[in-house]
């Protein structure tokens, strides 16, 4: 059994910074493609970015590149998500997901995931 558990979020204002930790159990986090995706209210969830299994390679949204780091710890078996700069178009619901295929590239589609996390609220006010 395979649970994902976010943390980390809050309310920040403009420009500051926050990192959105992901908790694995029943996978290794090294193991597998990993990534985060948001929710506004009103809109899709949106890819954020994605993390290779075993290499470590990245892939970001354009909106975030540049302010966003994608990570993991083998140790503590968790992804994060290290956010700065933020903006008042941040403001979403981020959940982390895992992948179970076993491909070596960073996956950036949503429909490719099968594990996804309850999800933490992040508000950025300007």
């Known amino acids: 059994q395979v649970q994902l558990a976010e943390s980390g979020g809050g309310l920040v204002q403009t420009g500051g910074s926050l990192r959105l930790s992901c908790a694995a159990s029943?996978?290794?986090?090294?193991?597998?493609?990993m990534g985060w995706f948001r929710q506004a209210p009103g809109r899709e969830r949106e890819f954020v970015a994605a993390i290779s299994r075993r290499s470590g390679t990245t892939s970001y949204a354009d909106s975030v590149k540049g302010r966003f780091a994608i990570s993991r710890d083998t140790t503590q078996n968790t992804m994060y998500l290290q956010m700065n700069s933020l903006k008042p178009e941040d403001t979403a619901v981020y959940y982390c997901?895992?992948?179970?295929?076993?491909?070596?590239?960073?996956?950036?589609?949503?429909?490719?995931?099968?594990?996804w996390g309850q999800g933490t609220q992040v508000t950025v006010s300007s």
């Open positions: 997901a895992l992948d179970v295929t076993l491909q070596f590239i960073p996956t950036t589609d949503e429909r490719a995931y099968d594990y």
């Open positions: 029943g996978r290794t986090v090294s193991n597998y493609p």
